[in-house]
């Protein structure tokens, strides 16, 4: 296989990842918007960290990681970065459900609260370990000034 294919094959990956990373981010806004809008209805805040989570961990920084793959293709195809998908896909609804029955006065999610953490804790260093290895092949250089194509 030569190098044009290669890096083409790097570019699709990465551009579906990306894509996949991005639609997910895109359910989290509807949701925390749609939170937010039913807080501000009904005058009962009690979910404003969940609201703040699903912002913030849901759209904003799977948005920002989706475009880093697309960015870096060759971390994008790496096994670490399925390892970051898969975990990170299973803390956030758990830290989000969890943090949801705390703030409705259940102290027995605090487990599951804690455990998540960890659980997304490890995904985003998955998701560093990721760039910082695979960012040697990116369509970024950084440190080189970059042309207009």
């Known amino acids: 296989m030569d190098s044009t294919s290669t890096d083409r094959r ?3 990956g990465a551009e579906a990842t990306s894509r996949r990373w991005i639609l997910i981010a895109l ?12 807080m501000g209805a009904s005058h009962d805040f009690r979910l404003k960290t969940v609201h703040v989570h699903a ?3 849901g759209w904003v920084s799977m948005t920002l990681m989706g475009l880093v793959y ?9 096994r ?4 970051h998908f898969a975990l ?11 943090l949801a029955a705390l703030m409705f006065g259940q ?5 599951v609260v804690g455990i998540a953490s960890v659980v997304m804790l490890s995904a985003v260093l998955c998701f560093a370990l990721t760039v910082w290895l695979g960012g040697r092949r990116s369509v970024v250089h950084f440190g080189q000034a970059q042309t207009a194509s």
């Open 10 to 12: 790097l570019q699709d």
């Open 27 to 38: 359910v989290y806004f509807v949701a925390a918007v749609s939170l937010g809008i039913v």
């Open 55 to 57: 912002n913030l961990l």
């Open 70 to 78: 697309r960015l870096h293709p060759s971390a994008a195809a790496s």
């Open 80 to 83: 670490l970065a399925r390892w």
């Open 88 to 98: 990170y896909q299973i803390a956030l609804p758990a830290m989000l459900g969890g």
């Open 107 to 111: 102290p027995g999610a605090e487990p």
